[in-house]
């Protein structure tokens, strides 16, 4: 490695920098100041401000230990101009010695208004500092963890700074027309800012030097993406034309004809699937806008040509509905889809394997028991994969490594924010449904807080009465599985006495397959009135008839999490309504979270205020760990910056293939999986 570490440090030391994810030399270039200090002018008291880091110099005219307002040390530091207090709330003896009334110090800290008066918590202070030099750079402060010391790193940082040759990965043409600073120029500033630089600016990452850092990362994410993309273009995959016998049936069956969007989206997934490079496509729309039509005809596209599907769904219930409604849609054209879940016995799983693998059924519909060793298909043209933010990345790629190439259709409720989704999803095409079905009345939302609890009963047990149907969602129990039971069947059992004239049935995870089918399918036929449920129905479930939620302890829940929840009412045209009941006091992040949810039903704009409410990283999820998030750039703020990243990763790639092969391998080093994918 011709930019490991010194092979002279310790391994301790070796153990302390991989913590920070420091590897390599490079690493440690890429080790960024969080802040900077001044030590390059020293600060007459009078003149310090509070919320500053300054540094004063002056004579100790006074020091104690006090114990109020806790035992401390306080020292008193006298200029010509002024009195400032160092404070130290764990000290030694030998500080307190240093300290010595008469001794002149150099101190620097940050400023602030305490007990008594102007003072500096743990100043750093240099005792007779007066006639060391002033250092000619800030100061910088790293990102540290316990037992490394800042010197250590800055020597290491400064070290590697000098012996690495940081030549430039873009082209000076390119460079040029961005207006950005040399890659080399701009680590060395941010390392060692000159005294006049614009301290402001480098707090905020605006500073040319930081805009050029976060642009090469986003360009080498960009650069990554494409290449993943063009690779999979390379590769082949079965050319399936729409002879459009089926999909024509299909269409003329409905009820209802296809939406403007769901027209165009539907031609683009049937316009890749006649390539003959695999399609990897997702096809994004909010709760209700009607996917599961398009990804039934893209189904038929593939069977038209003799070829297999498999459509996989994350949950028993969701992947049910579909077979179900897919079972209603299809077999009057003559196909029976065949069922796949973990939960079947032996020997109808075994059944089913086989019909697969034979090639008798054209469409598998299941959970992700589908992707399991023993199911081979015979010729599987493509994979449909619903609500594919549920599944982790690894599942996702079994899914290619299985037979020969599919296309493949990812579909997604949960919206993604258009710079995110251009950052993360850069690998993959994307459709979206912009629009809902006709007919369709808005979700009434309302906030009620828990002390009014009776109100709701009413108002359920009201519209109950009237034929409609409702959802009781249970409170999230996030930390155990057990009292999540325990919360749904309490909540059960309490309802039940509540409603005594009421049909009331549950749903949980802990049910098995069949009694969670039972209870569905009872709730669909309206014999249960109210149905009382945890999260388990959050995604997918589709019973237009249920026009009323109650979203029991909503503080509780996530954004994308409300927004499914009451995309399972408003899909009939009876007026529909969903009640929030939250317990007081909110947190100020709940009262924010309940607030976008009250003011929004477009699912667009609720993950966009999202994502600025809690950083990309929490919106895409853990599950989507295997995609390495960005630590320089940020995507709310550096949208523009992305833009550029996009276009002229393009470019490289089409003008400049070396310097984009040289950016990559700078950049991603440290990630050969995703260099591969
Ligand atoms: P989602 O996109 O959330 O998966 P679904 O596919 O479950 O939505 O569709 C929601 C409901 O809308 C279903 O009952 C479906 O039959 C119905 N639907 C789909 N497309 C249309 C349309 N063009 N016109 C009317 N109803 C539609
Ligand atoms: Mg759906």
Partial sequence: MPHSLPANLQKVTLGKLAKLGIHNRFDLVLHLPLRYEDETKVVRIAELQPGESQQVEGEVTHC???????????????????????????????????????????????????????????????????????????????????????????????????????????????????????????????????PHVDEEALLQHAHPAWLRIKFDELLAQQL????????????????????????????????????????????????????????????QGDVGSGKTIVAALAALQAIENGYQVAFMAPTE????????????????????PAWLSGSLKKK?????????????????????????????????????????????????????????????????????PRTLAMSYYADLDVSVIDELPPGRTPVVTKLVSDARREEVFERVRNACLEGRQAYWVCPL??????????????????????????????????????????????????????????????????????????????????LSQLHQLRGRVGRGAAH??????????????????????????????IAQQDMQLRGPGELLGARQSGVPMLRFADITQDAPLLNYARDMADEMLRDHPEAARAHLQRWMANKPDYLQV
């Fill in 477 to 558: 129990i996030d930390e155990s599985e057990t009292l999540q039971l325990q919360t749904a069947l309490e909540t059960h059992a309490t309802l039940s006495e509540i409603f005594p004239e009421l049909r009331i049935g549950l749903v949980h995870g802990k049910l098995n397959n069949s009694e969670k089918a039972q209870v569905m399918a009872a709730f669909k036929a309206n014999e249960v009135q109210l149905l009382v449920a945890t999260t388990v129905i959050e995604v997918g479930v589709d019973v237009p008839n249920a026009s009323m939620m109650v979203i029991d302890h909503a503080e509780r829940m996530g």
């Fill in 317 to 336: 219930i969701l992947a049910e509905q579909h077979y179900l409604k897919l079972r209603d849609w299809l077999e009057p054209l003559g196909i029976s």
């Fill in 64 to 194: 104690e230990v006090a114990y109020r307002p806790r035992r401390s040390l306080i020292c008193q530091l006298q200029d010509d101009t002024g009195v400032v207090h160092l404070r130290f709330l764990n000290f030694y003896p030998s500080q307190q010695k240093q300290l010595a009334v008469g001794k002149r110090i150099r101190a620097l800290g940050e400023v602030r208004m305490g007990y008594f008066g102007l003072e500096m918590v743990h100043p750093k202070c240099r005792v007779g500092g007066e006639n060391a030099p002033l250092k000619q750079a800030l100061t910088p402060v790293y990102p540290t963890t316990a037992g490394l010391p800042q010197a250590t790193l800055l020597k290491q940082i400064h070290a590697a700074l000098q012996e690495l040759e940081l030549t430039d990965t873009l082209p000076a043409e390119i460079l040029a027309r961005l207006k950005l600073p040399a890659f080399a120029d701009s680590v060395q500033l941010l390392h060692n800012p000159p």
């Fill in 348 to 416: 109808d799983k075994t059944a089913a394997c086989e019909r697969i693998a034979s090639g008798d059924t054209l469409l598998a519909i299941g959970t992700h028991a589908l992707f399991q060793s023993q199911v081979e298909f015979k010729k599987l043209g493509l994979v449909i994969v619903d609500e594919q933010h549920k599944f982790g990345v690894q599942q996702r790629l079994a899914l290619r490594g299985k037979g020969s190439e599919p296309h493949q259709l990812m579909m997604s409720a949960t919206p993604i």
């Fill in 576 to 605: 529909s309504l969903c009640i929030l009941l939250f317990q007081t006091p909110l947190s100020e992040l709940a009262r924010a979270r309940l607030k976008i949810i009250f003011e929004n039903t477009d699912g667009f704009e």
């Fill in 224 to 283: 990554s993406m494409r290449v993943h993309y063009r690779k999979r273009r390379n590769r082949t995959a079965p050319q399936l034309p729409g002879h459009g016998h089926l999909s024509s049936a299909l269409l003329k069956s409905l009820p209802f004809a296809l939406t403007n969007a769901q027209q165009k989206v539907w031609s683009e997934i049937s316009h890749d699937l006649t390539q003959s490079h695999p399609m990897q496509r997702l096809l």
